[in-house]
């Protein structure tokens, strides 16, 4: 696909719930439960409030992974050796960040667990970790992990729950050309027995519904529905009201007006309406956010899978696993402890998935097909 405005806009909204996540997360690690701090200012309510978007930001992804990989099912379809070429291009960009994702999260799990005898390691600081993370650091949950079968046969290796939604992705990327190519060669497609997985754990296909709007929202895109049809009033009308309803949504998503079932589908229907509305106005990009873009279009994976073992790390080091009441230190600490996690994210990247390519480029080469552009 050509470079266009929308794009970039995906890019920055790809960033920013990556940030998100990280937010939720330190905050969890590092400062008490807000009802354990009902008596606090109205800063620190707000930073409360805008550090809880988690869940839903993790929504965002799998519409945004959606969109793109159904655009490189359906340009690359047609050339040979499809499936073998599509596997490398999706097992490259997952595993070359997991992988070591997992060896230095793991380390840094054994350092402070045994290292510094961390509370937050046993399930004891009050957190969101609430088991011995001592006891998912086993080679089975390793495997499992590299499998993609998190939280559904292994726990979460260590403490990186977040790794949760790479294991939803992951069948995701199978099961949609499973569907999609069985469909229209009417031959079963060779990911059909991937489905498998669906029938065996259930709770997969809320997300996988979200990830098809993402898929849907290319199939529009493509065929410019409303594009050519909708006066440029009628479409900076429709992204006002697109922009309005996913702000109404998230906050009612995070005050918990929606059971967790119905929050994937009203939050994943609402930014599929605002990503929808993003294709069809252009709006341009500002210049400024350009670098900021592209940070985070060749970080944010990284910044997800690597955060929460080295949030928790720190916290441990400096904090000895207890966490914070908030007042304007605790807000410096939570600030520097993001930052440090963000500046880790981004080194990280920079020995991985930037190399994502190159490694790509070396499979395709030595494997049993030629390697297509």
Same mark, same amino acid.
């Given at each position: 696909m050509r470079q266009r405005s929308a794009f970039l806009w995906f890019d920055l909204c790809r960033f920013v719930?990556?940030?998100?996540?990280?937010?939720?997360?330190?905050?969890?690690?590092?400062w008490v439960e807000a009802a354990q701090a009902p008596d606090v200012g109205i800063l620190y309510k707000m930073v409360y409030m805008l550090t809880g978007f988690g869940h839903e930001a993790v929504i965002i992804f799998f519409i945004l992974s959606g969109f793109w990989i159904t655009s490189t099912i359906d340009r690359r379809r047609h050339l040979p050796h499809f499936f073998s070429h599509y596997m490398v291009d999706r097992l490259t960009r997952l595993l070359i960040v997991l992988v070591p994702a997992l060896v230095i999260g793991g380390s840094l799990d054994m350092v402070g667990a045994y290292g510094m005898d961390?509370?937050?390691?046993?399930?004891?600081?009050?957190?969101?970790?609430?088991? =011995?993370?001592?006891? *998912? #650091?086993?080679?089975? +949950? @390793?495997?499992? /992990?590299? =499998?993609?079968?998190? *939280? #559904?046969?292994?726990? +979460? @290796?260590?403490? /990186?729950?977040?790794?949760?939604?790479?294991a939803y992705e992951f069948w995701y990327y199978l099961w949609y050309p499973a569907l999609f190519l069985s469909l229209t060669t009417r031959r079963l497609s060779p990911f059909i027995?991937?489905?498998?997985?669906?029938?065996?754990?259930p709770k997969l296909i809320p997300g996988f519904a979200v990830w098809m709007l993402g898929s849907l929202l290319y199939r529009l895109d493509v065929r410019r529905v409303g594009q050519d049809?909708?006066?440029?009033?009628?479409?900076?009308?429709?992204l006002g009201a697109s922009m309005?309803?996913?702000?109404?949504?998230?906050?009612?998503?995070?005050?918990r007006m929606f059971n967790d079932e119905s929050s994937i589908l009203i939050v994943g229907a609402s930014f599929f309406f605002l990503f929808w509305s993003i294709l069809l106005v252009e709006p341009r990009f500002p210049r400024s956010f350009k670098a900021m873009t592209k940070y985070g279009a060749a970080s944010s994976f990284s910044i997800y899978v690597t955060h929460f073992p080295f949030v928790a790390l720190v916290a441990t080091v400096f904090l000895h696993g207890q966490r914070l009441h908030p007042n304007l230190l605790a807000l410096g600490?939570?600030?520097?402890i993001i930052?440090?996690?963000?500046?880790y994210g981004w080194l990280f990247s920079q020995a991985t998935e930037a190399r994502t390519a190159t490694v790509r480029s070396w499979l395709n080469k030595r494997g049993p097909f030629e390697a297509h552009a």
């Open positions: 719930a990556a940030m998100f996540v990280v937010l939720e997360h330190a905050r969890d690690l590092i961390g509370r937050l390691y046993h399930g004891a600081s009050g957190s969101s970790i609430s088991r =011995a993370v001592v006891s *998912t #650091l086993t080679p089975s +949950a @390793f495997v499992g /992990n590299l =499998a993609f079968m998190q *939280t #559904l046969m292994v726990p +979460a @290796f260590g403490s /990186n729950e977040p790794l949760w939604s790479l027995a991937s489905l498998i997985v669906g029938a065996l754990w049809s909708l006066s440029a009033g009628v479409k900076w009308a429709i309005t309803v996913a702000v109404g949504v998230l906050l009612a998503s995070r005050l600490i939570l600030s520097g930052l440090a996690a963000w500046a």
